[in-house]
C-alpha cells in the first residue's frame, strides 16, 4: 500500500520549542496591532502545579513530518507568527480576519472560536468543522493550514481567499463571460460532489461562503453546519440549517429526515444567482421564503412532489391558491436552455428527483453547450477585495474602502 | 470513517516509539519509589475513564477515544504537574463532542465528583465549578493540537470479522461519523473477504480491544495493528474456536485417506472457514502483530497484580469490575472465561482481602499475591500519586532539591533534540 506521507497541508505546530511568556490579561479582540501569541497549559499555573520546564517530547512530536510551508519550525517563537491586516468576514461562531504571516509574508484568513464566551467549554459545532476540515482535501474545498491556541482564542488557519461570491457579484469593475459563469458552476458542484463522497452534508451554501480567489479558483468554506451523514440509512436532523434564502422547500415544510439534496438546492439557487447577481428567493421568514419560491415555481402539487402532503408543516402552511409554473419564462433572459434545464433539476421540489452533484456536472450544460467552462482568470485585475463584509461596509462607507483597497493579495 | 487513515494526524503524528513513550515519564519516575507504578497508574487511570465514561452513558468507542486523549495529553505532561483526574473528566466530556455524543458539562462534572470521591480514589476536593472543567479542556485541545479524529481498533475487527449487516449487535457503527462511507480502499491492505468469527468468540475479542487501552499499545501502534493481534489472541484464547481450527488442520496430515469425504462436508457445511491462511493474507507485518501479542500478554501479567476493591454496597460483577479480568488472572479462570467466552467476571476480586486494611503507612506491607509480588490496589496507587504531587510542589517551593539536576538534563535533551 503506497502511504501518502506527503501532507503538504499540515504545518505543524512546533510545540517542542520553548513557549513564549504567557502574557497575563484578558484575551482582546485582536486589533490591527495584535499579534498572536502562543499560550499553553504550562504558563498557565492555574492549572498545572506550578510554573515548570517543559516536560519532553516523544521524538515523532518533536520532528515535523512535512516541511512546513511557512518556515515556523525552525525557531524560536510562535508569537507574532500571524499579524492581523483587517477582518474579512463573520463565521458561524466568530470573527474571521486576514493575517500575514510575519516571516514569509504570505496572507492566511484566521477564523477565531471564542471560548470564553463558551460556557460549555469548546464549541461543539467548532469540533465538528476542525474534524471534517481535517479529513477534506479537494481543490474547492478550503484548506485548512493548521490550527493556533493563542490569548484563551483557538484560531483555525485558513489559506486566504481574495473574494467571496457575494462580494464580487456585487461590485462593477469586472464583469463574468458565460464561460467564467459556467467554470463557477462547475467548481462548486465539484467541490459539492466531493463533500456528498465523503459523507459530508454542508448545510449552509449560500454566496458569503463561497471563496473565490484571484486565480479565479473557487473553495466552500464555513462548515460550522456541516455534519457527516450515514448513506445508508436517513437521520434525524435539525431544519434549522441553511440560510432561509437557499433553504430548500421540504426544510421550510419542517423535515427533519434529509440528505445530501439539501445542499443541491442551495447550489441551485447560487446558479441562479450567478447570472442574475442577486439572491433569487428573498423571503423575511419562513412562509414568505415558501412564497417567493411558489411565484417562480409554482405551487408544489403531488403530482411533481409526491410526498408533499407528508411534509410535517404542509398542512399548517398548505398554499391557499395555485400558481403556475413560469420558471422558464423568467429566467430565458438570464439563462441558456442547457442552463436553464440543469437549474431545473437543481431545484426540484422533490427531494428524491432532485440531481444529485455528481450527475449535475455531466449534465449538457457543462458537457455539450458552448461555451465551455473557463477559470475567471481576469478576476487578478480586479482592484480590491470583494467580500460579503466589505460589500456591506461599502454601502455604508465608501470611504473606508478606499484605503483598503491598495492591499494586493501577493 | 471518512478519513483515510493513512492521510490522518492520528497515523503521521500520533504513533510513537516505545522510547517517546518513556521519556513522557521521566520527570514522574523522580518521583515515584517504584518505577512499575507507573505502569500500574496507566491501568488505574484507564479504568477511572472508563468508570465515568459509564457513568455518563458513553459508548465504549467514545470511553476509547477519551483514554487516547489522555494518553497523548501524558506524552506531553507529567503526573506528578497536574490533576489527573480532572484530565480524565476534560478527556471524557471532549471525547463525547468528538464523537458526536455530547453530554453537559455539568453531568460531567457532577458524575466526575461522585466517581472520584469514592475511597480508592480519595479525591474529595474536584472543582465543582463548570468553568475549572472549561478550562482543563482547553489546555486538553491545545496539547492535543486539535487532532480529534481518533481510529480504533473495533472498526478493523468488525470489518473483518463481522458477518454482514449484524453490526448492530455492537455499537460501533450506531452514529460513527462518516460511516455510510463505505468506498475507499482498506486500511489495512489487501484482503479480501472476512473471517467468520463465532459470537462469543467476537465478543472475547471485543473485549480484548477494550482491554488494551490500559496499555500505551494504542500510542504505539496503528489501530487496525492491534485488531489483528486481538484476532490472533482470540483464536488462540477462545477455546471453541482454537478446538475447530485444531481439528481443521490436524485430521489433513492425519487422515489423508478420507481427504474426499472431509470436503465433501466442508462444502455442505460453508465456504471453508480458514482463520490460518486468512490472516497470512492480510497485507500486515505479522512480526509486529506477534510485537503486539506479547505486549497484551505482559498487560495481562501485569494486571494480574492489580486489584480494585469493590466499592461497598455496589456488586463488583457489574460492567465496569467485569473488565477487571484477563484471561491469564489465574489459570483456571483463564480457560474457564475462555470456554464461555462471554463471561468476563470469573476471576475478579477472587482474593480481594485488600479493601479491608486500608493500611495507612507502608506499601511494603501491601498485600501479595500468591507467586510472592505485591498486590498493587487503587487506593494505594492514589497514594502513590498524592505523594508523587507532594513531593513535586515541595521541590517546587524549593526552588531547586532534586528536580534540579533533571531539568539541566532536560534542557540539554531538548536542545539536542531541536538540534
Known sequence: ?410 | MATDFWASSHYKRWIVDRAAVQRARAEDRQYVDDPEYLDFLGIFFANAISKLGKKLGLRQRVIATATVFFRRFYLKNSYCETDPFLVIAACCYVASKAEESPVHIKNVVSEARSVFSQDMYGIKTFPSDNSKLAEMEFYLVDDLECDMTIFHPYRTLMTLCCKEGSSSDFDTEAGELGVGVNDGPRYWGTGEGKLELPGPALQMAWFIINDTYRSELCLLYPPHMIAVAVINLTLVLHNPTRTSIQNQSAPAQAAAPRRSSRQASNHTKKPAQDPISFLASLNVSMTQVATIMQEIIALYTLWDRYKEESPSGETSRGSLAGQQGSPFTTSSGGTKRSATGVSRSGSVNTSSGSNGGTPMDTREEGETGEDGKMVVTPTLLSRVLRKMREAKLADLARGSGPGRPMAVNKMIGRAQAAG
Open chain 1, 1 to 410: 500500500m503506497v502511504v501518502d506521507n506527503a501532507g503538504h497541508e499540515q504545518v505543524l505546530q512546533a510545540q517542542d520549542q520553548p513557549r513564549p511568556n504567557f502574557h497575563p490579561g484578558p484575551p482582546s479582540t485582536p486589533s490591527s496591532q495584535d499579534t498572536l501569541r502562543q499560550s499553553s497549559l504550562q504558563e498557565h499555573n492555574r492549572l498545572a502545579l506550578s510554573h515548570k520546564v517543559g516536560g519532553p517530547l516523544p521524538s515523532r512530536l518533536a520532528t515535523p513530518v512535512a516541511p512546513s510551508s511557512d518556515g515556523t519550525s525552525e525557531t524560536s517563537s510562535r508569537a507574532d507568527l500571524y499579524a492581523i491586516v483587517s477582518q474579512v468576514g463573520e463565521g458561524t461562531f466568530g470573527k474571521v480576519y486576514k493575517a500575514r504571516n510575519t516571516i514569509t509574508g504570505v496572507h492566511v484568513a484566521l477564523k477565531r472560536i471564542r471560548m470564553e464566551q463558551e460556557r460549555d467549554g469548546f464549541p461543539v459545532t467548532a469540533m465538528r468543522e476542525i474534524k471534517l476540515l481535517q479529513s477534506l482535501r479537494h481543490q474547492n474545498v478550503v484548506k485548512l493550514y493548521e490550527m493556533m491556541v493563542s490569548h484563551g482564542s483557538v484560531y483555525m488557519v485558513f489559506e486566504y481567499m481574495d473574494h467571496d461570491l457575494t462580494g464580487v457579484l456585487t461590485q462593477q469593475q469586472f464583469a463574468f463571460s458565460d464561460a467564467n459563469l459556467k467554470s463557477l458552476c462547475q467548481q462548486m458542484l465539484a467541490g459539492l460532489a466531493y463533500l456528498h463522497h465523503k459523507g459530508v452534508i454542508h448545510r449552509d451554501i449560500k454566496g458569503s461562503n463561497i471563496l473565490l480567489n484571484n486565480r479565479g479558483e473557487l473553495k466552500l468554506a464555513d462548515f460550522g453546519l456541516a455534519r457527516f451523514y450515514q448513506k445508508r440509512r436517513r437521520s434525524d436532523y435539525t431544519n434549522r440549517v441553511i440560510t432561509l434564502w437557499y433553504r430548500p422547500p421540504e426544510l421550510l415544510l419542517g423535515t427533519t429526515v434529509y440528505g445530501p439534496e439539501v445542499d443541491m438546492w442551495s447550489a441551485g439557487c447560487i446558479m441562479l444567482e450567478l447570472y442574475t447577481k442577486k439572491p433569487v428567493f428573498q423571503g423575511n421568514d419562513d412562509i414568505s421564503q415558501l412564497d417567493s419560491i411558489y411565484k417562480v415555481f409554482g405551487t408544489p402539487t403531488p403530482e411533481r412532489w409526491p410526498g408533499v402532503a407528508d411534509m410535517p408543516w404542509y398542512e399548517l402552511v398548505k398554499p391557499k391558491e395555485v400558481i403556475e409554473d413560469h420558471f422558464r419564462v423568467l429566467f430565458k433572459k438570464w439563462l441558456s436552455h442547457a442552463a436553464l434545464d440543469l437549474a431545473e433539476q437543481l431545484l426540484n421540489y422533490d427531494p428524491s428527483k432532485r440531481i444529485t452533484a455528481a450527475q449535475a456536472l455531466e449534465a449538457p450544460y457543462f458537457t455539450q453547450e458552448e461555451p465551455a467552462p473557463a477559470l475567471p482568470v481576469g478576476l487578478s485585475t480586479l482592484e480590491g477585495e470583494w467580500h460579503e463584509l466589505e460589500a456591506k461596509r461599502e454601502r455604508e462607507r465608501v470611504k473606508k474602502r478606499r484605503r483598503t483597497e491598495g492591499e494586493v493579495f501577493q
